[in-house]
């Protein structure tokens, strides 16, 4: 009997361990595959992103950081430094843009931040209330931004140019012309 | 002079590590990159409540005085590992790996570079405050205009302090310049999930899991084209209170808790996901210092009252502008429906390989394979942190505050992409129990193998003990 079972343990002995052997890989293995296809998913993508970075680096490289930012967003921009020429910094702005609705809005954020620590209201009408800001300004969006975002508000530019006509210009810019109201330069 | 700034900044944050903990260079960089933004952006809030100002010489001077104290307790320690002989070089599959963990930040660097600051939330909200706060001089001038922008008042300020005191380096606005911090957080953040990666499994995989976070489309998306936003960071923080609370309930040490409520706390400090994440973080701490209490001084519990100390003051702050925080109450406002769109479509995302590659997947497998291997408890903290934060956001969406697929088609994106790199930590500590177990005994190696399983640093004992073969 001790022989015999002698025999059963030196017969199971190698067979545990070449399998134990085998098992030791299956983490590198399994992580060496799950980490190929992963580098396959995303060469495709950083390809794609090369070929952008490329592009934006042509376009953009060797400008200055006011001229990157008139090339990347040209109507917001020259808004911008339209109204910063006419309106000193402090003063309020009330901005009559001849724009569609998700367009208003986003000018309304992208001149906030554009002419901070100017006060900026805009509006897409020709209308609209300016007790307490020294300056109006307005200015129409371009006809491809008006054809992918339309105005839907009231423009009456006939009704507008006579109000116009009765303050004084301080700036006429490239796409915004700027008014003082009574009171604008006290502010 | 920004770039001079981010110098500081590692300055800052280095001179705040402790000596007394295992780091490697990048590691260590990385650690001082993202303690020294959020500290400069405490130091600047202070600054602000007492009424000081910001010029150069006052937000610099407290760093001069605690790089002179440093010096004189520490010397020439003070500057390890930066030695070049203490710099480990690795071997040619690890140089091949950094090299790919690199080939996604040369790939999309020139575009962050050349593109000047176009996304909508930068310029809205993160930038637009730091601009107002460094025009105005202080917080109030624009908290008190709050009313006039479509951006978020509420939200918390550790981007727009910090990038202020970048304007304040700079000496005026450099919007374009300025967003550079977010690559710089990007590589922060792959610095810090490769130290604790590289904690749990060997050297090889760790720089593998570290080469498929840094090439994950979103990830990217996030740190590089929308650079001025706050999700890099809010990710780095996360990983850096994943690892250290779960580094924490691993080995125990003072510097693991701490580190763990301190970046938790710089989470909150950068966006309102990070509060979420804070309170999970702190349930987590104060449940291990109840159940092994006898361990610990009475003067831990002191780490689990530092949020308090500046989200607090925040708090107040807003609120004396009645600024809410969000605009809305997660569960008050709780709509089933919304929920359940909002999970779908987050599903969705989540495995959709062209945004996520296989993070969200690997993620699922490693909570099959860690109930293969029994793992033990503390493993679910990683995977549970990270299906608390995917929850939260759910939570967020049901509130319907805004209309819910604009609202998810405008931010469903980057909130996943904030909780990748987090949810690609449990697969690698599965992976490096799983290796562990597989490997023969300490015995059994060759010698060759115990060398190169050996912790980095030799000689006197260090905390943050890296993985080893268990058996």
Redesign the interface.
């Given at each position: 009997m001790p022989h015999l079972q002698a025999t059963v343990t030196v017969a199971k002995q190698p067979a545990k361990r070449c399998y134990d052997r085998r098992l030791r890989r299956a983490p590198e293995i399994t992580l060496a595959t799950v980490f190929v296809v992963w580098m396959a998913l995303a060469a495709p993508v950083l390809s794609t992103q090369l070929g952008r970075s490329v592009e934006a680096w042509e376009k953009f490289s060797g400008l200055s950081a006011e001229e990157r930012d008139l090339r990347a967003d040209p109507v917001a921009v020259q808004v911008a430094r339209d109204v910063a020429a006419g309106v000193p910094e402090g003063g309020c702005v009330t901005v009559l843009a001849y724009a569609g609705g998700d367009a208003a809005d986003y000018y309304r954020g992208r001149l906030a931040y554009l002419l901070y620590p100017r006060r900026v209201r805009l509006f897409p009408r020709s209308r609209a209330r300016t007790e307490g800001c020294g300056y109006v300004a307005t200015f129409r969006d371009t006809e491809a931004n008006l054809r992918g975002s339309p105005f839907q508000g009231r423009w009456d530019q006939a009704e507008l140019d006579a109000w116009l006509g009765t303050l004084e210009q301080v700036h006429h810019g490239e796409l915004a012309q700027v008014y003082r109201l009574e009171g604008g330069a006290a502010e | 002079m920004i770039y001079l700034g981010l110098l500081l900044t590692c300055v800052a944050g280095w001179l705040l590590l402790p000596r007394d903990y295992e780091w490697g260079l990048a590691a260590k960089l990385s650690f001082a990159f993202a303690t020294g933004a959020a500290a400069i952006s405490v130091e600047m809030f202070v600054l602000d409540l007492a009424g000081i100002g910001w010029g150069r010489a006052t937000v610099i001077l407290p760093w001069i005085a605690l790089a002179g104290w440093r010096g004189y307790r520490d010397g020439a320690a003070l500057l390890e590992p930066i030695w070049p002989w203490r710099v480990k070089m690795p071997g040619l599959t690890s140089h091949v790996l950094v090299a790919?963990v690199l080939?996604?930040v040369f790939?999309?660097?020139?575009?962050e570079r050349?593109?000047?600051?176009?996304s909508?939330d930068a310029?809205?909200i993160w930038?637009?405050k730091a601009?107002?706060f460094y025009?105005?001089g202080t917080l109030s001038?624009y908290l008190a205009?709050h009313e006039?922008?479509?951006?978020q008042p509420g939200y918390p300020l550790l981007i727009p302090l910090y990038v202020a005191f970048l304007y304040v380096m700079e000496g005026g606005v450099?919007d374009?310049?300025a967003k550079v911090i977010s690559p710089c957080f990007s590589l922060a953040l792959l610095g810090v999930f490769h130290h604790f990666v590289r904690r749990w499994t060997p050297p090889v995989?760790a720089l593998?899991f570290t080469?498929?976070l840094a090439?994950?489309?979103m990830v990217?998306h996030l740190g590089f084209e929308l650079a001025g936003y706050a999700g890099t960071a809010l990710s780095l923080y996360f990983v850096a209170a994943a690892g250290f609370i779960y580094e924490w309930y691993r080995e125990g040490g003072v510097v693991n808790l701490a580190g763990a409520c301190l970046a938790a706390t710089a989470a909150a400090w950068t966006k309102n996901e990070g509060q979420f994440f804070l309170a999970a973080v702190l349930v987590l701490a104060a449940f291990q210092l109840f159940r092994t209490c006898e361990k610990h001084p009475a003067m831990n519990w002191a780490w689990l009252a530092i949020p308090g100390l500046i989200l607090g003051p925040w708090a107040l702050v807003r609120s004396s502008h009645g600024i809410e925080a969000a605009g809305f109450t997660p569960l008050i406002d709780f709509e089933g429906g919304l929920f359940g769109i909002a999970l779908r479509r987050l599903l969705s995302m989540g495995f959709d390989?062209?945004l996520y590659?296989?993070t969200f997947l690997?993620l699922l497998a490693s909570i099959v394979g860690a109930l293969v291997l029994r793992m033990r408890p503390l493993f679910w903290i990683l995977p549970g942190l990270a299906i608390w934060q995917f929850a939260g956001a759910l939570l967020a969406y049901a509130t319907g505050r805004n209309e819910i697929q604009w609202w998810l088609g405008t931010s469903a994106a980057r909130i996943l992409a904030q909780i990748a790199p987090l949810a690609l930590m449990a697969p690698a500590v599965v992976?490096g129990e799983?290796?562990g177990r597989?490997?023969?005994t300490e015995p059994e190696m060759s010698r060759d193998a115990q060398k190169r399983n050996a912790p980095a640093t030799q000689g006197r004992r260090r905390r943050g003990r890296r993985w080893s073969a268990r058996t």
């Open positions: - | 790919i080939v996604p790939v999309w660097m020139p575009f050349a593109m000047p600051l176009i909508w310029w809205a930038m637009l601009k107002a025009a105005d001038g205009r006039e922008f479509v951006g450099a374009g310049a995989p593998a080469a498929m090439s994950v489309p990217d390989t062209q590659n296989l690997l992976f799983w290796a597989s490997r023969p």
